[in-house]
């Protein structure tokens, strides 16, 4: 019998892969996810591939300890799918989807948006384990508290609110969770008055027009900020308010504290981000 179908022989698991890509919270997810699979399968990898093609975001794990280059691939399907997306003929674009086709005969593949690959994120970042993974590095932790010392907020003592909107233009799936979302929240009193509010976007907010609808509340705000430095206020905060946003859900996790969540991030179609959230974090979550 020839070697390589010896070797198959000998272990008929299928390798596992696992996509990483987006933003920093999605990041967080597909590391979380290639983390909790790593454990029971040593032939699991990640697809990093697009960040080797610059995909419209840059890799954002560094600050954690986590480079690109050190994490492991499947370098014959990266070397493939990175030929396939420089292919500059219809031809040779057909010929590398095929070997990709083969490629991934033996191979189980959780793909970014994949229901399975959130519920095996969710597992880790539940875990010890991921507070010293994604622990706040000190540069970005000492910014943060910089920053909410110029603001007069202390640490858990004010409300971190996150707010995307209009950012899923890419999804038609993936609703818009707003302001008004928050506003509901506050209004129904879940939120105490005493506590300040902080209003983290990376989107335009009318901040006049918050300020008028929400007078008895102490609101501050951080508009299109650094990244990381958004990821750590929403940590460094009390009970968070969040939107349909893996990065605001990542850093509410992360934080080990409750935080509220929009009880809708998908259309009902593909609506399985609610349920996962129930089973996985019953006790952290308050759906709303």
Not at 20 to 40: C, E, H, P, R, V
Not at 81 to 101: C, D, F, P
Request: net charge positive; charged share 20%.
């Amino acid at each position: 019998m020839p070697s390589f179908l010896k070797a198959k022989s000998l272990n008929k698991r299928p390798k596992t892969v696992v996509q990483i890509a987006g933003g920093l919270g999605t990041q967080i997810l597909g590391y979380s996810a290639f983390k909790t699979l790593k454990k029971g399968n040593p032939k699991c990898f990640l697809d990093t591939t697009y960040f080797d093609l610059n995909l419209d975001r840059p890799f954002a794990l560094d600050p954690f300890g986590i480079s690109l280059n050190s994490l492991p691939t499947n370098p014959n399907l990266k070397r493939c799918m990175i030929q396939r997306h420089n292919a500059t003929s219809k031809t040779t674009r057909l010929a590398y989807r095929v070997m990709k086709k083969l490629l991934m005969l033996n191979i189980s593949y959780h793909k970014d948006n994949s229901p399975t690959r959130l519920k095996l994120a969710l597992e880790f970042l539940l875990s010890n384990e991921a507070q010293s993974t994604f622990e706040l590095p000190n540069p970005i932790k000492k910014e943060a508290e910089q920053l909410l010392q110029s603001k007069k907020l202390s640490v858990n003592q004010y409300t971190p609110i996150h707010v995307r909107q209009g950012d899923y233009l890419h999804s038609p799936d993936h609703i818009v969770v707003g302001i008004d979302f928050a506003m509901s929240l506050l209004n129904k009193g879940l939120i105490s008055s005493h506590q300040p509010l902080l209003w983290i976007s990376d989107s335009p907010l009318l901040e006049e027009d918050i300020h008028r609808a929400l007078p008895q509340w102490e609101s501050h705000f951080y508009i299109n900020g650094d990244a990381h430095i958004s990821h750590a206020l929403i940590r460094l905060g009390s009970t968070a308010i969040i939107s349909n946003s893996t990065f605001s859900l990542t850093a509410a996790l992360l934080s080990q504290k409750p935080f509220y969540s929009p009880s809708k991030w998908f259309s009902e179609v593909n609506d399985y981000l609610h349920k996962s959230l129930l089973d996985a974090c019953r006790a952290l979550v308050f759906i709303a």
